[in-house]
């Protein structure tokens, strides 16, 4: 198959996009997938990048390209008005699909797959409507609590609005969170009042609205889910602090245990939160689901992700592994399942 691998960007995700696109790209020519990659955002002067023979794709290279481009990422934006790149949207839709391996703000949250369901063209993932709910942290907040997912006590909060966590029967410790965004980028931790403040001053410098939740310590956990069904739990232990941005991308900083060293009844019930999570938004074929679990066993769903990164550190990837499925099948597992939707 002719794919394009969309990473990239100008969200604040760009270089974990850019990792997850050169390893799904790698491994969909491993199986022998004519697959390209390509930066939605700066796009490309080769409009017969599809075409040109396998053999003289250098991969590396391409990725190196795009990597340099984060530098006038910047002046890029302040320069024009439109996302897409030179020869994004043509390219696509030569392609028999797009792989998205997007992350964050314009490609995680519904844009782009809204623009190629009205182009026609065929791509990776939710649809644009899971895709916009799942990024919202606040929306998805809503949603769990009509369908009875738990998750822990949260408030959510418009810039402007009182931050008084005693207006809203709270009390340290607390996660500040901008409502739109992923990889823990504008996610904060607060133990100490005196960081109260400064963790609303960052969060909200990256969003309008804010989502202010009860922390929950515990233990946590991850759940891919693939055409409705769960795959193997993994516990996350990072081995320093919490699992912030640096623990989740630097190789070594946390341990995945999968599965995770829980016993069946408590597994089968965090796989079925998992599931239910994914159904209560919409999500197919595949998404990822992060729970918190107490001492006493109580589980708290913390989001949905839509498009979980694909990098050498990431989840998804380590689940599959445990059930047989190695990354190049993975990657092109995602693709046929797309394709049928």
Request: net charge negative; proline share 3%.
């Amino acid at each position: 198959m002719n794919i394009v691998v969309l990473c990239g960007g100008n969200s604040s995700e760009r270089t974990v996009s850019i990792q997850s696109g050169y390893h799904v790209c790698r491994a969909l020519r491993k199986k022998k997938h004519n697959a390209v990659l390509l930066d939605v955002f700066f796009g490309t002067k080769e409009i017969n990048l599809l075409e040109n023979s396998v053999q003289e794709y250098d991969l590396d290279r391409e990725k190196e390209k795009i990597e340099n481009l984060s530098v006038g990422l910047k002046e890029a934006q302040e320069n024009r008005k439109a996302y897409f790149g030179e020869n994004v949207l043509a390219l696509c839709q030569k392609a028999d699909i797009v792989f998205m391996a997007l992350h964050g703000k314009n490609g995680e949250d519904g844009k782009c797959q809204a623009v190629f369901d009205l182009f026609g063209i065929r791509y990776t993932g939710c649809g644009y409507l899971a895709s916009a709910i799942g990024m919202d942290k606040a929306i998805t907040k809503q949603i769990f609590a009509v369908k009875g997912i738990p998750t822990a006590k949260s408030v959510w909060i418009k810039k402007g609005e009182s931050t008084e966590l005693d207006k809203y029967d709270m009390q340290l410790p607390v996660v500040v969170k901008a409502c739109n965004g992923g990889s823990s980028v504008g996610v904060v931790l607060v133990k100490e009042k005196e960081d109260y403040e400064s963790a609303l001053e960052i969060c909200f410098a990256l969003d309008d609205q804010i989502l202010i939740e009860d922390y929950i310590d515990g233990r946590e956990f991850s759940v891919g889910v693939i055409q409705e069904k769960a795959l193997p739990v993994v516990e996350i232990i990072p081995k320093e602090g919490w699992y912030d941005y640096d623990n989740k991308y630097k190789e070594g900083a946390t341990d995945h245990i999968c599965p995770a060293n829980l016993d069946e009844t408590t597994t089968k019930k965090m796989q079925q939160v998992a599931e239910a999570a994914c159904s209560a938004i919409g999500c197919n074929p595949y998404a990822r689901v992060d729970i918190m679990m107490d001492s006493q066993g109580n589980m708290y769903c913390l989001e949905v992700n839509t498009l979980p990164g694909m990098t050498a550190t990431s989840l998804i990837p380590d689940e599959a592994r445990a059930v047989g499925i190695d990354y190049p099948s993975l990657c092109e597992m995602i693709v046929n399942l797309s394709l049928e939707k």
